[in-house]
């Protein structure tokens, strides 16, 4: 049976819709429309209409945001693309599986947390060599030739499923002139089947910047690896710079280099150093702005009567411990508050939440907002983030 063949089985699908229900990261939304396409009997035809070139969805929107300083360009697709891709992504989850050992990705590896938990354990007051790399056009930057060889790799001789993917990432005018497409027309940014792909590729790239690793990691198309000597370190990065080319990608060497002992360095939007583990300016002011969005619509419906001033405090209160509780906190558009380990990070943020509980529980924006006490804070669900980190250790 092919792969896409799997879409079409039942135990297949129910597996998938138990996977989906049974996800911390997945909405009520999200779920029910998984099921409604699932009941709906169009996953064959749909797959069929790709494979022949066409797009039975609706056009996605392109959007521009601005992320960790960077505008960035994302497509939006309806519910019923988001479905069928989630649903092939989870068809080649059995491919990555064997494929990725050594990476954390967006989808498999060891957490976040607790790759930085060893390297806090490892490299305390940054005393080893690390090696830092980014991979230059990364998913909907590939190449059709890039795409091939992956699936070459993945799965050979399935001339179907190459036929989907290939078709689903951009038009066949393209393919045959071997360009790079700036616009996907169905997957884009963003979703599952990108890093599925490219994680496969990647795994021999990822083994060699382990092999004489005390820590290493990889996030989608940012690496990074702490050696106990220099020898071993600009080793590893030549190692990987190659592997990274035999999979037809290759890094950005303004962005990929040897870091010495002492010296603090920047990766996936954390800065590193002897004090410990803090948030680049950017992300700072990416976590404030989450924090006051959520303030201002609370805020505008304790105005309103909508909600009381005590439901408006526990609500933000709960939605920031959600996020500190969070196994995996890293996500682009979320503030990584449970990475950061710095007395003064940790203490910048913890002051600026109390304000905004204040200002809810007040009612009020201005030195009014006072009047909420700390022992109120407590009462309604707010957890010091200084304390959580000590209590947790990390």
Excluded at 1 to 10: A, H, P, T, V
Excluded at 107 to 126: M, S, T, Y
Excluded at 139 to 153: A, C, H, K, R, Y
Excluded at 338 to 363: E, F, H, K, N, P
Aim: aromatic fraction near 8%; glycine fraction near 8%.
């Amino acid at each position: 049976m092919g792969l896409l063949d799997s879409l079409l089985d039942r135990g297949f699908i129910e597996e998938c819709l138990e996977r989906k229900r049974g996800s911390r990261f997945s909405s009520q939304r999200s779920i029910a429309a998984l099921e409604a396409y699932c009941a709906g009997g169009t996953i064959g035809q749909d797959i069929e209409a790709i494979v022949r070139g066409e797009n039975p969805f609706s056009p996605p929107k392109r959007v521009l945001a601005w992320e960790g300083g960077k505008q960035r360009e994302f497509f939006a697709f309806d519910e019923r693309a988001n479905c069928l891709f989630w649903l092939v992504a989870q068809a080649f989850r059995p491919f990555e599986e064997l494929h990725v050992h050594h990476c954390c990705s967006s989808a498999l590896g060891p957490g976040i947390k607790h790759v930085f938990r060893r390297l806090r354990q490892v490299d305390r007051g940054r005393q080893n060599w690390v090696v830092v790399a980014d991979i230059r056009h990364y998913s909907n930057s590939m190449s059709p030739e890039t795409v091939q060889g992956i699936l070459d790799l993945v799965i050979p001789g399935d001339e179907r499923v190459h036929a989907f993917v290939l078709s689903a990432l951009q038009p066949a005018c393209y393919l045959d002139r071997g360009a790079v497409v700036p616009c996907p027309v169905f997957i884009g940014t963003g979703t599952a089947l990108n890093s599925v792909l490219s994680n496969s590729a990647l795994s021999q790239a990822d083994a060699v910047l382990a092999e004489n690793a005390l820590v290493s990691t990889r996030f989608v198309d940012d690496s990074f690896a702490v050696y106990g000597c220099e020898q071993d370190a600009r080793a590893a990065l030549e190692g990987f710079r190659e592997a990274v080319g035999r999979c037809g990608f290759s890094l950005n060497e303004r962005k990929s280099y040897v870091v010495p002992p002492g010296q603090a360095f920047d990766c996936i939007g954390l800065r590193i150093s002897a004090e410990g583990i803090d948030l680049e300016c950017g992300l700072y002011a990416q976590a404030r702005a989450f924090l006051r969005q959520n303030t201002r619509m609370l805020l505008s419906q304790v105005r309103r009567g909508a909600v009381s001033p005590d439901a408006a405090m526990v609500m933000l209160a709960q939605g920031v411990n959600a996020i500190l509780d969070n196994p995996e906190p890293i996500a682009w558009l979320l503030p990584l508050l449970g990475l950061i380990t710095t007395d003064a990070g940790l203490r910048t943020l913890d002051r600026y939440l109390q304000d905004c509980m204040r200002t809810v529980g007040s009612g009020k924006a201005g030195p009014a907002r006072y009047r909420v006490s700390y022992e109120c804070l407590k009462a309604h669900g707010y957890r010091s983030i200084v304390n959580w980190y000590h209590r947790n250790r990390f």
